[in-house]
């Protein structure tokens, strides 16, 4: 399914989805397993990241 590995990383390297409302954010890697980015909508911590859905 990915056929441009580059564009690939640039739409979905840091990015996470809310797995309450679904909102987006960019954000580290890091910090997501830190537990330092909530949502920002909704607070919450649970968070996935932007790839296959
Ligand atoms: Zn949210």
Redesign the pocket.
């Known amino acids: 399914m990915v056929k441009f590995p580059e564009a690939d990383a640039r739409m979905f390297k840091n990015k996470f989805v809310?797995?309450?409302?679904?909102?987006v954010m960019r954000s580290t890697n890091m910090k997501i397993i830190a537990g330092k980015v909530s949502?920002r909508?909704?607070?919450?911590k649970v968070l996935k990241p932007k790839r296959k859905k």
């Open positions: 809310c797995r309450k409302c679904k909102s949502c909508k909704c607070q919450a």
